[in-house]
């Protein structure tokens, strides 16, 4: 199985809320990587349940002919605030599968806490299909990404993020059983200069 792991699109510095949806720049980034996608076969796209992968996965879901399934597993590193609850993206976006429950977001999380989740997330990609030739798009976050990224390949925690992703880049890692290895990292090349963020 190939992952091809995003990052989801630009958002504002200075927005007032930890689920800021994204910029105008940001649904630009995400259009060019769906335009990018739509040049594999992809067969499974996964978002997190956070407004900014939310819309990013909408645009990428109208390159690639497929809808969303919301895994909250996919989600960033959490404050502990408020986020955008289960009834708000079924009334956003009716057709994406959203089976989580009404309020999912936990508590406050440190690092331990994101790689133990990215711990419980690697079996659950693994059962998709790692020996399969299956292609799955996951839309995510920078941190947890990173950490994702970090887990799949047997890395230890390390205090610091490991992998850097720019905003709508593609990490494209293969999911074989017993194994996992990273092609391409924070791939832009799809991005003109004036849209890395």
């Not at 504002?12 to 940001?26: A, E, K, M, N, V």
């Not at 593609?170 to 991005?191: E, F, M, Q």
Request: glycine content about 8%.
């Amino acid at each position: 199985m190939k992952l091809y792991l995003v990052r989801h699109g630009n958002t504002p510095r200075d927005s007032p809320t930890s689920d800021p949806d994204l910029t105008d720049i940001g649904t630009r980034q995400a259009e060019l990587v769906g335009e990018r996608l739509a040049e594999e076969e992809i067969d499974l796209l996964l978002c997190s349940p956070l407004r900014r992968a939310l819309k990013t996965a909408d645009i990428i879901g109208k390159h690639i002919g497929l809808l969303p399934v919301v895994w909250m597993e996919l989600m960033e590193s959490w404050n502990g605030s408020e986020a955008i609850k289960r009834s708000e993206i079924v009334s956003l976006y009716p057709e994406f599968s959203v089976d989580i429950p009404e309020r999912w977001w936990p508590g406050a999380e440190n690092e331990g806490d994101l790689y133990r989740r990215a711990a419980r997330l690697v079996p659950m990609i693994r059962e998709l299909g790692e020996d399969t030739e299956k292609n799955v798009v996951a839309v995510s976050h920078g941190t947890f990404g990173a950490v994702l990224i970090s887990t799949l390949l047997g890395a230890p925690p390390c205090g610091y993020t490991r992998f850097s992703q720019h905003n709508c880049c593609v990490s494209t890692i293969d999911v074989k059983p017993g194994r996992a290895k990273l092609y391409r990292g924070n791939d832009v090349s799809h991005l003109t200069p004036d849209l890395l963020t």
